[in-house]
DNA sequence: GCGAGGTTTCGGCGGGCGCCGAAGTGTGCG
DNA sequence: CGCACACTTCGGCGCCCGCCGAAACCTCGC
């Protein structure tokens, strides 16, 4: 009888706050879209588990459908959502670091992870980091009063990378930051992101590691980071080489 | 025996996923201190469950609490914290906007709310979008390609309103897009703008309505809006002076 | 030092929910 | 047309966790 008023938060916070369901988000992070059948194989539930909580995250607007024969495709609902998730993450990797056991056999994925990934639809890790940097140092991205690219920056979009920008028509913000959770300091996201990204896999400049967010930088994406925004070392690899594990 | 790994992003979600503790976050988004006795009657819990949900807030890095005699004050633990209720608040009334009772005794209390109100440290609703829009019309703020203000911008705190901002060192940023959950816009977030707020409680431009997050625009506010940014009407009550209800 | 009032700890209760396996539905392939 | 497979629905189980009241603890003021 104490119906008490629901609270919109924290009906969104409780579809996450089930490590099953938010196992799903985070391996949806990679912004494809994965059938329900592979969720539940990465979660390590059974079907009928990842089932009800596919739909419940699907009601709840965090993820969208797409079904194909006796397939059932999920997707984040959009970049608000990815970048929701990205940033509690962000808050609870900060918050949670103390107390965690220092490391698992896992840490080798974790050290590709921390080079460079995916962030939903944009570069992320030391790599999308160093770009970043890249960026700022050289007037294209302006973060002392905010964080915008500069007229400079939009310019190189074109003459430089040579692809086009999306019209600012729309409710994307064409830069936005993004606060990356390993290197615990902004990385560039918005529609330049994403471009940026695209542009990147497309020309062959990284290549996904298996199926996960992870990334691997090309002989091709040195040459062309060092060409277009003198970025030498960009992961951090050289000058990490003498670190003991 | 299944020890999962503990999913970070579950674990802080899982803190804002009961009704009550979300309750506490909301109200503390005043960016005031609250006692915990005060938290309890405002979510309508016994003093003993508050407190227990308090020290899980605290624990989980969310809130910071600050012992006097025998009072125990609670406040989030930063803007950051702030920002990100106020993201998923954001996230979580678009989603659930469909499937809502439409409207409840607390209509007036939702109206005030609508019209002028503090985000944590900075203005929304009505008045912080119409501030946030003259602004970018000015050409103080641009959100063309990112959200900064621009040098007139920077220029404008110092000559116009008279106060100093603080310098760009530390990691919060002068200014910042937050997202309003009334407007569904963005209003001026990040240091500019919550120097910008505590000037207008400083000066009575705005003043607050009981002890919640709603202001009320004073007369000196309309003047000083005006004068300041061009900005008449900026809570739109003029124009809504015949809107039903 | 004693009472009043704010806060915390402790049991105990109850409901919600995540889990599974089994059975049912729909699709694709041979 | 029937098997294989992906997914969904349905019961049932068990645990987690939020709730409360009683009692202890602490601080303040007299």
């Not at 089930?18 to 988000?25: E, L, N, S, V």
């Not at 994925?109 to 700022?136: K, N, P, S």
């Amino acid at each position: 009888m104490t119906a008490t008023t629901p609270i919109p938060l924290a009906t969104l916070a409780g579809l996450l706050a089930d490590a099953t369901r938010a196992r799903f988000c985070l391996a949806l992070l990679d912004g494809r879209a994965w059938s329900a059948g592979e969720l539940a194989r990465h979660a390590g539930v059974a079907a009928s588990t990842a089932s009800e909580h596919l739909s419940h995250l699907v009601r709840g607007g965090l993820l969208v459908e797409e079904r194909q024969g006796r397939h059932r495709y999920l997707r984040l609902a959009g970049p608000q959502v990815a970048q929701l998730i990205e940033d509690m993450t962000a808050h609870a990797e900060r918050a949670g670091a103390a107390a965690r056991p220092p490391t698992l056999r896992a840490a080798s994925a974790a050290a590709a992870m921390a080079a460079a990934r995916t962030c939903y639809d944009h570069l992320a890790g030391r790599l999308g980091v160093a770009i970043t940097d890249a960026f700022t140092a050289r007037g294209l991205l302006r973060q002392d009063a905010g964080f915008a690219l500069s007229d400079d920056g939009l310019a190189w979009f074109a003459a430089e990378l040579g692809v086009a920008l999306p019209a600012s028509t729309g409710r994307r913000p064409l830069a936005r930051p993004c606060l990356d959770w390993t290197e615990r300091r902004h990385h560039l996201a918005g529609a330049a992101g994403a471009v940026l990204c695209a542009t990147a896999l497309q020309r062959r400049w990284v290549s996904r590691i298996g199926s996960g967010r992870a990334l691997r930088l090309t002989g091709a994406g040195r040459q062309a980071l060092s060409a277009l925004l003198g970025l030498d070392d960009p992961t951090g690899d050289l000058s990490a080489s003498a670190a003991g594990g």
